[in-house]
């Protein structure tokens, strides 16, 4: 079975600060995805990032960059410089190779940002 | 523009009536999903569809239930039988429905409360 967790249910920063959301996951399979996605007060969720379990390279996309590290089962998401309308919920999740688009998704944390 | 679009909004339902929440698509997907979401818990799978005229449970099917009888339309009926109905469903829908890419575009939602 899989499992995501992401311990954080709420964090509230201050604009410009940074902040680092955890995630940790659980998968018997070899081959995996990992996965961010926002939902922002709208409500639906916006894809950020997807990551397969062989590629440990940390990325960087501006303000966001992501930290794979097999070896802890954990995915991290941090947001440099941290702003009004990075307020949202951030969910992650995973999926196994023979899972297709079946995510299996963490409980999410929200982060308020204020000004 | 294209995307998904949820219908209705709000959903106000007496207990042991049925209801049915409209997701229609015009991304020209194969795959289409109902996630039901509660707070601290995620997302969770409600059924799924990967072709017209075919469907499959999720992790939380059972008081629900769905149809695809065309590619653009993956409504999901609430029943009676549904002890908790009280949630927030969000639809989605994907590309390459064998393929773990997870990028799932998501609709607004549906919120559905139970008086």
């Known amino acids: 079975a899989q499992k995501v967790t992401q311990a954080q249910t709420e964090i509230s920063v201050v604009e410009k600060e940074d902040v680092t959301l955890d995630c940790v996951y659980e998968?018997?399979?070899?081959?995996?995805?990992l996965f961010w996605y926002k939902q922002p007060p709208s409500g639906e969720l916006v894809f950020l990032i997807r990551?397969?379990?062989?590629?440990?390279q940390n990325e960087i996309s501006g303000r966001y960059s992501w930290n794979f590290q097999k070896s802890t089962s954990s995915f991290n998401f941090t947001i440099t410089a941290s702003q009004v309308v990075d307020s949202a919920v951030y969910f992650c999740a995973l999926s196994g190779n023979n899972a297709g688009n079946m995510l299996t998704f963490g409980g999410g944390t929200r982060l308020m940002v204020k000004p | 523009d294209g995307g998904i679009t949820q219908s209705p909004k709000y959903l106000f339902r007496k207990e042991g009536q049925n209801v049915t929440l409209s997701c229609e698509q015009n991304?020209?997907?194969?795959?289409m999903y109902w996630y039901r979401q509660d707070p601290g818990q995620g997302l969770r799978l409600i059924y799924y569809?990967?072709?017209?005229?075919?469907?499959q449970k999720g992790d939380i099917a059972e008081g629900y239930s769905v149809s695809r009888e065309k590619k653009e339309s993956f409504p999901l009926t609430v029943t009676s039988a549904q002890k908790n109905p009280t949630a927030f469903y969000l639809c989605?829908?994907?590309?390459?429905?064998?393929?773990?890419?997870?990028?799932?575009?998501f609709g607004e939602g549906s919120r559905l409360t139970v008086l």
């Open positions: 998968t018997r399979d070899t081959t995996y995805y």
């Open positions: 569809s990967q072709i017209v005229n075919d469907f």
């Open positions: 991304l020209n997907h194969d795959a």
């Open positions: 989605a829908s994907s590309t390459l429905a064998g393929a773990p890419t997870g990028e799932l575009f």
């Open positions: 990551r397969n379990s062989f590629d440990e």
